[in-house]
């Protein structure tokens, strides 16, 4: 599927704070296309501080807007915080590659933190299909839970670990799972994609992870996202931020 990027500036319809330090944030723009675990480039202010747009998964796109999922981390987010409905936004978007889903399997879903963005709109293609959902998520600490509220009111099956209580992790979960006929979905730090890679790839099951990393242009442009593969150095903006495990040159 082709997507058409373009800069907009857009309405701000509301902008919640759904837990501490964490926000949704609905903009007033509904893209022609979007494919689940696509992004966006927001720039945060009307002026030239921040200088640089910030790269968010889009999280969910209905009549009345787009919905973005954040946690505040710095000047960048701290400034999105503090907008109120009616503000205006510059977006441009949607970019990058998103996730493919299969009609001829199961799907299992793994994310770590704020890798649980991308799987509600990937949760509601599935169900669109008449497929099953299944999502391992991980988290520090308890309170964060309540970013999977969304995915399991769709009726979800979910299996959430919180790493201060349970001393385990969602790659944990994902291990004593029976995964080979299935395509998992991973979305996360870099260790937790690692390892949820190196587990389907000895068990034979098909993985796509997408990958978190700092962004500049969020088009190719500027080359400061590159990620080694097995063709060679690719852009995460441009070539993903989705990419099929087996391509990914793992570190460590």
Known sequence: MTTISITETVEVISN????????????????????????????????????L?????????????????????????????????GDRLDVLGPLGKGFE??????????????????????????LKMGKTTQLIYGVRREEELILADD???LGTEAHLVVEERDNMLPTDILEE????????LACGPGGMLKKV????????????????????CGMGV?????????????????DGPVFDAKELGWKG
């Not at 747009?53 to 987010?77: C, K, S």
């Not at 799972?177 to 998992?184: A, N, P, Y």
Request: contains cysteine.
């Open 16 to 51: 919640i704070a759904i837990s501490p330090g964490y926000h949704r944030i609905t903009l007033g723009w509904t893209p022609l296309e979007v494919r689940p675990g696509q992004f966006v480039m927001l720039k945060t202010s009307p002026t030239m501080d921040p200088l």
């Open 53 to 85: 747009r910030r790269p968010f998964a889009i999280y969910n796109i209905h009549d009345d807007g787009t919905e973005i999922l954040y946690r505040v981390v710095g000047r960048g987010t701290a400034l999105l915080s503090r907008l109120k409905r």
């Open 101 to 126: 889903l299969p009609e001829d399997r199961e799907t299992i879903m793994v994310a770590g933190g704020m890798g649980i963005v991308p799987f509600y709109m990937v949760a509601k293609e599935l």
């Open 151 to 153: 995915i399991i009111g």
């Open 177 to 184: 799972m029976t995964i080979g006929d299935r395509r998992v």
């Open 197 to 216: 890679a190196s587990l389907c790839e000895a068990r034979g099951a098909e993985c796509m992870v997408s990958v978190e990393t700092s962004m500049a």
């Open 222 to 238: 500027c080359m400061g996202c590159a990620v080694k593969t097995t063709d060679g150095y690719r852009m995460v903006c441009a």
